[in-house]
């Protein structure tokens, strides 16, 4: 079943902060966090697992809330590389698969 | 090694074609996925593979058929094909830790496929 994320889009200039979210309507084992820029594969950002655990990128920070079974994403001091369709991407604690959300395109201009 | 290598990069193909798409990792991984993405959507899952045996197989049609001839290469067959089978196939690859959860995916650059 696929999460849900919002906002499908947001504009930002340069510094500015963005957050995404991604909600799940099923008990998660594990969120995922991933980027894709056009033309291209998409590229792990982080990945947070039931009990705490986190895992990925230095400059690019995430929360799980296991209760309310959602994630979210923070863009701090949002950077041009920044651009992209972020995806969130969740996996039930009963179904070892990966579903992906719709995903939100971030555009930072200078 | 950090890639994921997936061939050919393009394909054109009419419905009554048979071709295949290939994928391979060097990573050590004893996952590997699987990915349809249309345009300006999320990949969706197709086939899982563990340890060079199918896991999962989301419902996909048998003109798709997967291959895990060992633990470093992922085939797709197709035949038979419709226009609206035309997408970007993506394959990944992940560790297997704790269990069958899924890893980090590492993503090949995909094979765009088109059917005419």
């Known amino acids: 079943q696929q999460p849900v994320q919002s906002p499908q889009a947001v504009i930002l200039r340069e510094g500015e902060d963005a957050v995404i979210n991604c909600s799940s309507s099923?008990?998660?084992?594990?969120v995922h966090w991933y980027r894709q820029k056009h033309g291209e594969a998409p590229v792990f950002l982080m990945i947070?697992?039931?009990?705490?655990e986190q895992k990925g990128h230095d400059k690019i920070s995430a929360s799980f809330n296991e209760k309310k079974q959602q994630s979210s994403l923070y863009l701090t001091a949002s950077q041009l590389s920044y651009s992209g369709t972020y995806f969130c991407?969740?996996?039930?604690?009963?179904?070892?698969?990966?579903?992906f959300g719709a995903g939100t395109t971030v555009t930072v201009r200078a | 090694d950090t890639e994921v290598t997936q061939t050919p990069k393009h394909l054109v193909m009419g419905m009554t074609n048979k071709k295949s798409l290939k994928c391979e990792q060097h990573?050590?991984?004893?996952?590997m996925y699987w990915y349809k993405q249309k345009a300006k959507k999320p990949p969706e899952l197709m086939f899982v593979?563990?340890?060079?045996?199918?896991?999962i197989n989301e419902s996909v049609p048998s003109r798709f058929s997967p291959e895990c001839p060992n633990s470093s290469l992922l085939n797709l067959h197709l035949h038979a094909l419709q226009p609206e089978d035309s997408a970007l196939y993506l394959c990944?690859?992940?560790?297997?830790?704790?269990?069958?959860?899924?890893?980090?995916?590492?993503f090949g650059e995909g094979s765009r496929l088109t059917v005419l």
């Open positions: 990944a690859s992940s560790q297997i830790s704790r269990g069958h959860n899924t890893g980090e995916l590492f």
């Open positions: 099923k008990a998660l084992y594990s």
């Open positions: 947070l697992l039931k009990g705490g």
């Open positions: 991407g969740t996996e039930g604690v009963y179904d070892y698969k990966l579903s």
């Open positions: 990573m050590g991984h004893r996952a």
């Open positions: 593979y563990s340890y060079e045996k199918l896991s």
